[in-house]
């Protein structure tokens, strides 16, 4: 992992794609991941913005709805026209010029590695290049949100009865948090989530969530959470579908 340059989290994620048949996806979700501001919610259309941004939102999460702005992004033909879309739809432009960049830069990092052949960077691109609508496979959302809970399983968390999330933290300690308002997830009650970054505000927020499997969990991370983390969630998932 340490020739990929990365945090060890998405290495583990481009890795581990390969083998659950869903590189593509993964490279475009972590080349979006590193770059900041791809929506634009400017002071006098936030009501526009947001409403733009809904046409690419999945109810798996955060990561798909990145992945459906970027498919969506490279089916447009020129650059002026995308440049137009990006405009219409409150997205920078120039981050997703960035994250195209960054994601031939991975492309070419998984060669060298001996991840990828050369026939699969050509799988890789036609992928990039057919996929030009927002995910509707729920297959395709499954195997992506699982791939990155194998990854990414230190950064999830486990819905409270409360309506609050609690996140295992280093030395059996637990934190308290929020989904982002910023994400399409905000005012959803899923009983198990993955994220990417943790945000301190007035309240501990959570941003870039998606809905995961607690079996995913499970499988990912016996030796990091408790045994009987599947059976609280269990219980969470119960008493919401009850309420």
């Keep these: 992992m340490a020739e990929l340059p990365l945090e060890p989290m998405y290495a583990k994620a481009i890795i581990m794609s390969k083998e659950m048949d869903c590189i593509s996806e993964i490279l475009t979700i972590i080349s979006m991941l590193s770059v900041e501001n791809i929506f634009i919610f400017p002071q006098n259309k936030q009501a526009e913005s947001k409403i733009a941004k809904e046409r690419f939102s999945s109810v798996e999460g955060d990561h798909i709805t990145l992945l459906n702005v970027y498919n969506t992004f490279m089916s447009i033909d020129s650059q002026m026209s995308k440049k137009d879309w990006c405009y219409s739809n409150f997205l920078n432009y120039r981050s997703l010029i960035k994250v195209k960049n960054i994601r031939d830069q991975l492309i070419d990092y998984c060669f060298d590695m001996k991840l990828i052949s050369k026939s699969d960077i050509v799988v890789i691109n036609n992928i990039e ?82 809905v995961i499997n607690i079996d995913w969990l499970i499988e990912s991370s016996k030796h990091y959470f408790q045994v009987n983390v599947k059976s609280k969630a269990s219980n969470n998932y119960n008493n919401n579908n009850n309420n």
């Design 129 to 210: 290049l057919s996929q030009s609508d927002v995910i509707n496979d729920s297959s395709i959302a499954e195997k992506v949100n699982h791939c990155l809970t194998l990854s990414f399983f230190m950064h999830s968390a486990i819905r409270h009865p409360s309506g609050y999330y609690v996140v295992k933290m280093a030395n059996d300690q637990s934190q308290q948090a929020y989904i982002h308002p910023s994400s399409v997830l905000f005012g959803k009650k899923p009983s198990c989530i993955i994220f990417t970054e943790i945000v301190h505000t007035t309240r501990v927020y959570l941003r870039d969530v998606s």
